[in-house]
């Protein structure tokens, strides 16, 4: 079947401090990744992708994530996180074909600390 | 880059009326539009995905009598929630995946979601 995880309900760092949040996914075919956040009450925006490639790609706000096709994983990381990072991240995965709609993980919420 | 805008962004109803929300792909082609449904501290639930001058496909669960959905051009999608109750409030996302070879070819863009509150 068909998944993504995030073993991670909720977690707190203090700002400045590194960040991973983790993202496993079961998927029948070369899986599309994806990672978005999403502030209380609005969309989803989009950090990053992963169709193919480097296995460690760039998004935006500095952060970064790895595709490790052995541990079936996609998690996102930043070096240092802000304030301003506190919100709800989702990773999601998908086809590549365009009818396929993406599978969404259930979401880690971050907070921030300082 | 691409946008998917959505209107409107809340929508307060009385229960048994009915409700319309619209998805529109503002710069690109979408041959195929997709509505999820997030509760509270939930992630995204995929309701139906809906193609282009064909009748949408409805996920497991999903009432299509309740939740018309219409995709009549290649920039609009159209959810109404139908009778609305209580239980129907929730959180409405579309998202908008572009015609290969167009602009936005392939990916997925969202739109901001419509909260809709039936009282």
């Known amino acids: 079947a068909q998944s993504v995880t995030q073993p991670d309900i909720h977690i707190t760092v203090s700002e400045g401090a590194s960040l991973e949040l983790r993202c496993n996914y079961s998927y029948g075919a070369t899986p599309y990744l994806f990672w978005y956040v999403q502030s209380p009450g609005q969309g989803l925006q989009l950090l990053l992708k992963y169709f193919s490639g480097d296995t460690l790609v760039q998004g935006i706000k500095g952060f970064e994530a790895e595709f490790k096709r052995s541990q079936s994983s996609f998690n996102l990381r930043k070096p240092s996180v802000h304030w301003s990072d506190a919100a709800e991240y989702f990773c999601?995965?998908?086809?590549?074909?365009?009818?396929?709609?993406?599978?969404f993980g259930k979401g880690t919420t971050l907070s921030v600390s300082s | 880059g691409a946008v998917v805008s959505q209107h409107p962004s809340r929508v307060i109803c009385k229960s048994g009326t009915s409700v319309k929300i619209e998805c529109r792909s503002l710069d690109f082609q979408a041959t195929t539009m997709f509505w999820y449904r997030q509760f509270p501290k939930q992630s995204l639930m995929l309701m139906a995905t809906s193609n282009e001058g064909s009748k949408a496909t409805y996920e497991q669960g999903v009432e299509k009598d309740k939740f018309l959905i219409n995709h009549a051009s290649l920039t609009l999608s159209t959810l109404t929630v139908t009778s609305a109750h209580p239980e129907d409030s929730s959180f409405y996302i579309c998202?908008?995946?572009?015609?290969?070879?167009?602009?936005?070819?392939?990916?997925?863009?969202f739109g901001e979601g419509s909260r809709l509150t039936v009282l």
């Open positions: 999601a995965v998908g086809a590549g074909q365009a009818g396929t709609a993406l599978i």
């Open positions: 998202s908008a995946r572009g015609a290969p070879g167009g602009g936005g070819a392939g990916e997925l863009f």
